[in-house]
């Protein structure tokens, strides 16, 4: 049974972990190429694009294609609605398997959004002092001309490689991939000065920390909603559910 897992995520690599290993199964994890050096996940392992939702319903025949997992990060909405669009050409049972959202407590001080042209909206009335978490694409949101608004803010970009321009002209980069821990992250926000944070809602362990320690210092986060995802997909919210699900598979298949 040939299992293709649309990866590139924390959860990704651990299911390919999971599954690897089964001679019951080949597994095949599949990364978009956007970060230079990746995490790679045990297994067969392929970067690049397909080529849109035909390409992707192309490869699911030609390389004879049981189950598709879309484990890809939470804001890559538009690969989710190939594979959804790619799977029922292909006919190829399709599972989505999604971190859950972080979910704010007593003591946040969030701003949720829906873009990060909201985010750049919102950020002169809270701060001038940026930490900006959301990675190196999509910063022109936060630079030109038409953004005079944000001329007076000082940002500190994270990512894991290094940004292209447009970006903010007052900015300061730090290549770091996560995890990261609480006291990391309150040190980060103390020697910086940082007065607001901008983060996805990624969800997930790795890069919570960042939370915490905003929350601790009383300095606001301004929060991008998740995009919309493709309806009637079934879902899981862990690697080992999405083992399940395969199993069920192949046990399926063997009558």
Same mark, same amino acid.
């Given at each position: 049974?040939?299992?293709?897992?649309?990866?590139?995520?924390?959860?990704?690599?651990?299911?390919?972990?999971?599954?690897?290993?089964?001679?019951?199964?080949?597994?095949? @994890?599949?990364?978009? %190429?956007?970060?230079?050096?990746?995490?790679?996940?045990? %297994?067969?392992?392929?970067?690049?694009?397909? %080529?849109?939702?035909?390409?992707?319903?192309?490869?699911?025949?030609?390389?004879?294609?049981?189950?598709?997992?879309?484990?890809?990060?939470?804001?890559?909405?538009?690969?989710?609605?190939?594979?959804?669009?790619?799977?029922?050409?292909?006919?190829?049972?399709?599972?989505?398997?999604?971190?859950?959202?972080?979910?704010?407590?007593?003591?946040?001080?969030?701003?949720? !959004?829906? @873009?990060?042209?909201?985010?750049?909206?919102?950020?002169?009335?809270?701060?001038?002092?940026?930490?900006?978490?959301?990675?190196?694409?999509?910063?022109?949101?936060?630079?030109?001309?038409?953004?005079?608004?944000?001329?007076?803010?000082?940002?500190?970009?994270? @990512?894991?490689?290094?940004?292209?321009?447009?970006?903010?002209?007052?900015?300061?980069?730090?290549?770091?991939? %996560?995890?990261?821990?609480?006291?990391?992250?309150?040190?980060?926000?103390?020697?910086?000065?940082?007065?607001?944070?901008?983060?996805?809602? @990624?969800?997930?362990?790795?890069?919570?920390?960042?939370?915490?320690?905003?929350?601790?210092?009383?300095?606001?986060? !301004?929060? !991008?909603?998740?995009?919309?995802?493709?309806?009637?997909?079934?879902?899981?919210?862990?690697?080992?559910?999405?083992?399940?699900?395969?199993?069920?598979? !192949?046990?399926?298949?063997?009558?």
């Amino acid at each position: 049974m040939h299992v293709l897992i649309l990866g590139g995520t924390t959860e990704g690599r651990r299911l390919a972990g999971l599954l690897a290993g089964d001679e019951s199964l080949r597994v095949t @994890s599949s990364l978009a %190429g956007r970060v230079a050096a990746p995490r790679l996940p045990p %297994g067969e392992v392929r970067v690049g694009g397909f %080529g849109g939702a035909e390409g992707l319903a192309a490869w699911l025949a030609e390389h004879h294609v049981d189950a598709l997992i879309d484990a890809t990060h939470p804001f890559a909405g538009t690969i989710s609605f190939n594979a959804a669009k790619a799977a029922a050409t292909a006919h190829v049972p399709l599972l989505a398997l999604r971190r859950p959202g972080w979910v704010a407590g007593a003591g946040d001080d969030w701003h949720p !959004v829906g @873009s990060l042209a909201e985010a750049a909206r919102a950020l002169p009335a809270l701060g001038e002092r940026v930490f900006l978490t959301t990675g190196r694409l999509g910063l022109a949101a936060f630079a030109g001309p038409d953004r005079a608004d944000l001329a007076a803010l000082w940002f500190l970009v994270r @990512s894991v490689d290094a940004p292209e321009p447009p970006y903010p002209a007052r900015m300061e980069v730090l290549l770091d991939r %996560g995890p990261f821990t609480l006291d990391g992250e309150r040190e980060l926000l103390r020697t910086h000065r940082i007065d607001v944070v901008v983060t996805k809602d @990624s969800g997930g362990a790795a890069t919570a920390p960042k939370l915490v320690a905003a929350r601790e210092a009383g300095v606001p986060v !301004v929060v !991008v909603r998740r995009p919309a995802r493709p309806e009637g997909v079934t879902g899981v919210a862990t690697p080992e559910e999405a083992v399940a699900w395969v199993r069920g598979r !192949v046990r399926a298949r063997r009558g």
